[in-house]
């Protein structure tokens, strides 16, 4: 067997983009950032960048979401004092032609988070917004206005898996709670959720399917008035992390 030779093989470069998504005025929306520089000048992306030597992916990841838009992250589940965002790797894309400059593959991740703020643009992103995932997702049928171009790369497809991930995962997971305050009511999990698969559901059978599973909400003993009338239960993120029966997404 012949020895090892690196130079037999070409060099790539490694990128991680970043699917941000938070629920604003009821609607899951994602998080984007006009480039500043070449290729795709001024078009809307992903906030992401180059892995550097001396890091790994998920602290490329965290890096990249500081620098280009001033959030943070924390890698597994959302944080439960909500200091953190729910941090997960999405998928691997290689395609030799997704960048025009060189060889290079991203390792896309998933961000969720609650009420995130509005974002600050930074690196070499010249401005950065949220916008609902169909403003990206669904052009033929966006406004033509400055949104209705598509996204750099391929993040578009990008995007799509990762709001696939979340539509999918929040079925038989507590992901759902991720966009959630560190407490919350079982209608505001429940708004979450019509976000996120674009539905109106029944609110009776929904208490009745998160609050079936043992230990997937746990009372805190407080209520709240915040979202109108009566005084609702808080609840917060208990230990069960699958909900058992899932609640399969309606078909729409």
Known sequence: MSPYDPSAFPPF???VDLVV????????CALAVRRGEPPFQGRWALPGGFVRGDEDLEAAAARELVEE???SAEAGAADPQGKGAHLEQ???YGDPERDPRMRVVSVAHL???PDLPAPRAGGDAHSARWAPVEDFLDLASAPQDELAAPLAFDH???LADGVERARSKIEYSSLATAFCPPEFTVGE????????WGVVLDPRNFHRKVTGTPGFLVPTGGTTTRQGGRPAQLFRAGGATLLNPPMLRPEV
Do not use: F, N, Q, S
């Open 13 to 15: 470069a490694v990128t």
């Open 21 to 28: 998504l938070t629920v604003r005025r009821h609607a899951l």
């Open 69 to 71: 838009t001033g959030l």
């Open 90 to 92: 999405l998928a691997t």
């Open 111 to 113: 961000v969720l988070a």
């Open 156 to 158: 578009a497809r990008i």
């Open 189 to 196: 999990l429940r708004r979450v959720y019509e976000a996120v």
